[in-house]
């Protein structure tokens, strides 16, 4: 019997009255939610009462969104794409270049790539694809997935417990690999997540592999590289990626995976992806080939980060080395409260993340401006 969205939801413990309430929607996040599947309109009708009580001034560091937004290429693409046809006719099909684009980027053959309507929804097909009451999720914990039957927890540095993780694999349907990880924004190397991979598949063949790479563009540290080759070389591994996060599209709805056509074809038959549409293949491509400004978005992120981090620090919160737009600090004390304390004061940051939720909270980076404004209210919320 397939997980389907429904058994999901109950293990997650809620129940369909609850759904919709604006602390439900607070309390998860809407990333957490899009990746499990609601959108509907109650989901929206509770996120437009939650953002009709955010002042318009509101820096929100919540979602770990992009905020310097896509590169100026992409938006002179989409400025000079639409005409009139486009709007009155069918649009002349374009996935086929976008999906060229991403083979090319990653040196594989097209048939490799598979696309979709945000990576949330390859996630979602994954579960349906390979999870089932007798096969389970393996999962870091916390993780972005939750509700695993197999919760591994992170280490006490905060990194996945890739050895346990391993061993929990036997007889799971599938291992989900969140690299760099979130919420602890920590992650490995190439050799170590190869190493795990090829360990899970040699001792649970049938066993599948996500590895998430959503936040991988923003990892500076060596050794870190992506499990697109393993994912072409070894079957039912893949790997997928988010135009949400560093090309700063996160509202264009675009994400893709890789890895070897039969398992692509399952996750297609398991769970509707979505289409690309032509715009969006157009800014997709130009978002890929500018590989400068992606290099600057790197860049610019960690000069942030760095200095962010260095504040905490000198005011006595610490936090893992973070890889990602987002940093996970150590507060002693439930985040709940800080995110309270710091939306009375303009400031939005992320959601609880179990197990951790009374001890950490995770804050997304902004622009230079943003996290200075803000590093003013965490300042005054954690030294009062």
């Not at 594989?108 to 999720?137: C, N, W």
């Not at 391993?166 to 760099?180: R, T």
Request: hydrophobic share 40%; glycine share 8%; aromatic share 6%.
């Amino acid at each position: 019997m397939s997980l389907s969205r429904r058994a999901f939801v109950r293990r997650l413990g809620l129940g369909s009255a609850g759904l919709a309430s604006a602390s439900f929607i607070i309390g998860h996040g809407r990333e957490e939610l899009v990746a499990l599947g609601f959108e509907d309109l109650e989901l929206e009708a509770a996120m437009q009462r939650q953002r009709a009580a955010v002042p318009p001034d509101a820096i929100k560091l919540s979602s770990n969104e992009n905020l310097r937004g896509p590169s100026p290429r992409v938006i002179e693409v989409l400025k000079q794409h639409p005409s009139a046809d486009l709007g009155y006719g069918y649009p002349v099909p374009s996935r086929g270049a976008f999906t060229q684009a991403l083979a090319t980027a990653h040196n594989v053959e097209p048939q490799h790539v598979i696309t979709a309507t945000g990576s949330g929804a390859i996630l979602q097909a994954a579960q349906r694809a390979y999870v089932t009451d007798s096969r389970p999720l393996v999962s870091g914990n916390p993780s972005y997935m939750r509700a695993a039957e197999r919760s591994i927890p992170v280490n006490s540095d905060l990194y996945l417990d890739l050895d346990g993780m391993v061993d929990a694999s036997d007889g799971a349907g599938l291992v989900f690999l969140c690299n760099p990880n979130n919420p602890t924004s920590t992650i490995h190397t190439l050799s170590d997540i190869e190493t795990a991979v090829r360990t899970i598949k040699r001792r649970s063949p049938d066993t599948a592999v996500l590895i998430d790479e959503a936040y991988i563009h923003y990892a500076t540290a060596p050794g870190v590289g992506s499990g697109d080759q393993l994912s072409v070389e070894l079957p039912d591994v893949f790997m997928t990626r988010t135009f949400s996060k560093a090309f700063g599209m996160a509202g264009m709805r675009m994400g893709y995976g890789i890895g070897q056509p039969e398992t692509l074809q399952r996750l297609r038959q398991a769970w509707g992806l979505g289409s690309i549409n032509e715009l969006q293949s157009v800014a997709g491509i130009a978002a890929i080939e500018d590989t400068a400004h992606m290099e600057w978005e790197r860049q610019e992120n960690k000069r942030i980060r760095d200095w962010t981090l260095s504040q905490f620090q000198e005011i006595g919160f610490g936090a893992p080395a973070s890889q990602t737009n987002f940093i996970f600090v150590e507060l002693g004390s439930p985040a709940s409260e800080f995110r309270e304390a710091c939306r009375a004061n303009g400031i939005l940051v992320g959601r609880d993340f179990p197990p951790m939720e009374q001890t950490h909270a995770r804050i997304s980076l902004g622009r230079m401006e943003d996290m200075q404004r803000a590093m003013e209210v965490f300042k005054k919320v954690l030294e009062t």
